[in-house]
């Protein structure tokens, strides 16, 4: 196939969830099973057609689980991607390619996390000192938010990033959630001064500069352009899909390089908008990761939407608010919708290309979604 | 502190000299032998990413270094870190390979609680020089600010 082949080849036609909460009753392999057969009854594909899955390697339930219970037929493509939420939009990209080159008809990417009632991945000790953790943890390093922390006490350093930026992120996100009746925080409105006494977790980041902790699950249907057309919902076509794996890179921890303030998402911009027909000034609305709210400024940076530096002072002026220059995670995002490792970003941008966000970008047309920043990671460009 | 609970360095075969010589109270790193290289590296890998040369020795640096970033990590936290926290932890460029950066804790003096250290003097870009201390079965490096 000729560079360019994937090119809105595919579309996604079907998206499903089940509530989100910080504990749901049932196991991750239920709700995975719901979320998956509400994507599909979303699509009007029966799931006897089912012959492609793709999802991250952190989730727990498993594609033999999954097939026999929804009731798939024969499987042909399955596949999954490593690096936390870094995985997220690579899942549609697997299914993407394994789509275009016929190596399956109907994809199924899912993503069912009980990370409300489960324990903490960092409190696991057995798994969290491989290498370079030998470098980090015994020093008390021992959290993502310590890692992203690191990195954002130096961007705010040497490009004057403050705490109020971070607010207009996690803002941003709140308000978002306040309009979304399916978001954990619909009801919790964010004030500056809740947001500049809350407690810190890492300083300098403080409680609301990091994720929800949640139980649900989602999916997302992936079927040829040709196909979509036909399906029962508008396509959401893949315009553009890439992975991010810079060199010299190190994952959360990445301070030995000669520039650890430039991260995956510069590698995966690059490869994204190469492929695109449109720029960063043509985004309509755009789902970027937010484990962390540092991981916007830093996003913004990578993905071109200002230079380098300035994704901090990006954020002033509501730009990330509706109307704005550039409307970000308009469900509430990982911070005040649910964090379930990105999977959320997906399908809030598929309802904004169909119209159907409970917080619409007036005739969206075009949709970034992005996966974690600082760790090996992927995106999408979606357009209607 | 209750060094026993900390987590202890889960040690693999490219990283093993480096607490060889921590034990020593020498701070070196990883460097290409290769005579048209000699490039540093670090965490330590079993090739030369520049050269691609196997062949690699330990480096002695002068343990002089620079604070690049810092966090002051609040609970929750492991049981150990808690009893300390708000405690700092710091990445220190080496003075004599300032891409070469170590993470580690700004104490005192050596052995000193990693909350020891007034937190309004961690700044960026602050000297600082290595110091040892045995933490249950390792020899950890620490960091103190140069006098
Ligand atoms: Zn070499």
Same mark, same amino acid.
């Given at each position: 196939?000729?560079a360019?082949?994937?090119?809105?080849? =595919?579309?996604?036609?079907?998206?499903? @969830? $089940?509530?989100?909460?910080?504990?749901? &009753?049932?196991?991750?392999?239920?709700?995975? %099973?719901?979320?998956?057969?509400?994507?599909?009854?979303?699509?009007?594909?029966?799931p006897a057609?089912v *012959?492609?899955?793709?999802?991250?390697t952190?989730?727990?339930?498993?594609?033999?689980?999954?097939?026999?219970?929804? !009731?798939?037929? #024969?499987? $042909?493509?399955?596949?999954k991607v490593?690096?936390?939420?870094?995985?997220?939009?690579?899942?549609?990209?697997?299914?993407?390619?394994?789509?275009?080159?016929?190596?399956?008809?109907?994809?199924?990417?899912?993503?069912?996390?009980?990370?409300?009632?489960?324990?903490r991945?960092? $409190?696991?000790?057995?798994? /969290?000192?491989?290498?370079?953790g @030998?470098?980090t943890?015994?020093?008390?390093?021992?959290?993502?938010? *310590?890692?992203?922390?690191?990195?954002?006490?130096?961007?705010m350093?040497?490009?004057g $990033?403050?705490?109020?930026?971070?607010?207009?992120?996690?803002?941003?996100?709140?308000?978002?959630?306040?309009?979304?009746?399916?978001?954990?925080?619909?009801?919790?409105?964010?004030?500056?001064?809740?947001?500049?006494?809350?407690?810190?977790?890492? #300083?300098?980041? %403080?409680?609301?500069?990091?994720?929800l902790?949640?139980?649900?699950?989602?999916?997302?249907?992936?079927?040829?352009?040709?196909?979509?057309?036909?399906?029962? /919902?508008? &396509?959401?076509?893949?315009?553009?899909?890439?992975?991010?794996?810079?060199?010299?890179?190190?994952?959360?921890?990445?301070?030995?390089?000669?520039? &650890?303030?430039?991260?995956?998402a510069?590698?995966?911009?690059? /490869?994204?908008?190469?492929?695109?027909?449109f720029?960063?000034?043509?985004?309509?609305?755009?789902?970027?990761?937010?484990?962390?709210?540092?991981?916007?400024?830093?996003?913004?940076?990578?993905?071109?939407?200002?230079?380098? +530096?300035?994704?901090g002072?990006?954020?002033?002026?509501?730009?990330?608010?509706? +109307?704005?220059?550039? &409307?970000?995670?308009?469900? !509430?995002? +990982?911070?005040?919708?649910?964090?379930?490792? +990105?999977?959320?970003?997906?399908?809030?941008?598929?309802?904004?290309?169909?119209? =159907?966000?409970?917080?619409?970008?007036p005739?969206?047309?075009? %949709?970034?979604? =992005?996966?974690?920043?600082?760790?090996?990671?992927?995106a999408?460009?979606?357009?209607? | 502190m209750?060094?026993?609970d900390?987590?202890?360095?889960?040690?693999?075969?490219?990283?093993?000299?480096?607490?060889?010589?921590?034990?020593?109270?020498?701070?070196?790193?990883?460097?290409?032998?290769?005579?048209?290289?000699?490039?540093?590296?670090f965490?330590p890998?079993?090739?030369?990413?520049?050269?691609?040369?196997?062949?690699?020795?330990?480096?002695r640096?002068?343990?002089?270094?620079?604070?690049?970033?810092?966090v002051?990590?609040?609970?929750?936290?492991?049981?150990a870190?808690?009893?300390?926290?708000?405690?700092?932890?710091?990445?220190?460029?080496?003075?004599?390979?300032?891409?070469?950066?170590?993470?580690g804790?700004?104490?005192?003096?050596?052995?000193?609680?990693?909350?020891?250290?007034?937190?309004?003097r961690?700044?960026?870009?602050?000297?600082?020089?290595?110091?040892?201390?045995?933490?249950?079965?390792?020899?950890?490096?620490?960091?103190?600010?140069?006098?």
């Open positions: 196939m000729a360019g082949a994937l090119k809105d080849a =595919t579309a996604i036609v079907g998206i499903g @969830q $089940t509530p989100f909460a910080k504990q749901l &009753p049932e196991s991750e392999k239920a709700l995975a %099973c719901r979320a998956i057969l509400a994507a599909l009854d979303d699509a009007g594909i029966s057609e *012959d492609g899955f793709a999802s991250y952190m989730e727990e339930t498993d594609e033999v689980e999954i097939a026999k219970a929804i !009731g798939a037929g #024969d499987v $042909t493509f399955f596949s490593g690096y936390g939420g870094g995985g997220s939009c690579a899942t549609l990209a697997h299914l993407a390619s394994a789509v275009a080159t016929g190596q399956a008809s109907v994809g199924v990417a899912w993503r069912s996390r009980k990370r409300g009632s489960g324990r991945p960092w $409190t696991n000790t057995q798994v /969290q000192l491989p290498t370079p @030998q470098w943890r015994p020093y008390g390093l021992l959290r993502p938010a *310590d890692e992203i922390g690191m990195l954002t006490r130096r961007h350093h040497e490009y $990033t403050t705490r109020d930026h971070l607010f207009n992120v996690a803002l941003a996100c709140r308000n978002r959630a306040n309009q979304n009746p399916a978001a954990q925080m619909y009801e919790r409105p964010m004030t500056r001064e809740s947001y500049m006494t809350a407690r810190m977790i890492s #300083d300098p980041l %403080c409680l609301f500069d990091n994720c902790e949640t139980d649900g699950a989602l999916a997302a249907v992936i079927v040829s352009a040709e196909r979509a057309r036909d399906c029962r /919902q508008k &396509p959401v076509y893949l315009h553009s899909v890439a992975q991010g794996l810079p060199a010299q890179h190190h994952g959360m921890v990445n301070y030995w390089n000669d520039d &650890p303030l430039s991260g995956p510069w590698t995966a911009a690059r /490869q994204l908008w190469k492929q695109a027909d720029g960063p000034e043509d985004i309509d609305v755009a789902q970027i990761y937010d484990a962390f709210t540092p991981l916007i400024p830093l996003s913004l940076e990578g993905y071109g939407f200002c230079g380098r +530096g300035e994704g002072a990006f954020t002033e002026g509501g730009a990330l608010e509706i +109307g704005g220059r550039l &409307p970000i995670n308009t469900s !509430g995002g +990982g911070l005040s919708e649910a964090y379930v490792h +990105g999977f959320n970003l997906i399908t809030e941008g598929v309802k904004q290309l169909r119209g =159907t966000s409970t917080a619409q970008v005739d969206a047309a075009t %949709c970034l979604v =992005t996966a974690g920043e600082g760790v090996p990671t992927s999408v460009l979606l357009r209607s | 209750t060094s026993s900390l987590l202890a360095p889960v040690v693999d075969d490219d990283g093993a000299p480096f607490w060889e010589y921590t034990a020593q109270h020498e701070l070196r790193v990883q460097a290409c032998a290769n005579p048209e290289c000699g490039e540093l590296r965490p890998r079993p090739c030369c990413p520049h050269c691609r040369s196997f062949d690699s020795e330990w480096r640096m002068s343990g002089k270094g620079r604070i690049w970033s810092y002051f990590p609040h609970p929750p936290l492991l049981p870190y808690a009893e300390m926290a708000p405690y700092n932890a710091i990445v220190v460029e080496l003075a004599d390979a300032p891409r070469i950066r170590l993470v804790n700004l104490v005192t003096e050596a052995g000193a609680p990693w909350n020891s250290v007034d937190p309004s961690l700044k960026i870009g602050a000297r600082v020089q290595v110091v040892f201390a045995r933490i249950g079965e390792f020899t950890m490096p620490q960091w103190v600010l140069e006098r």
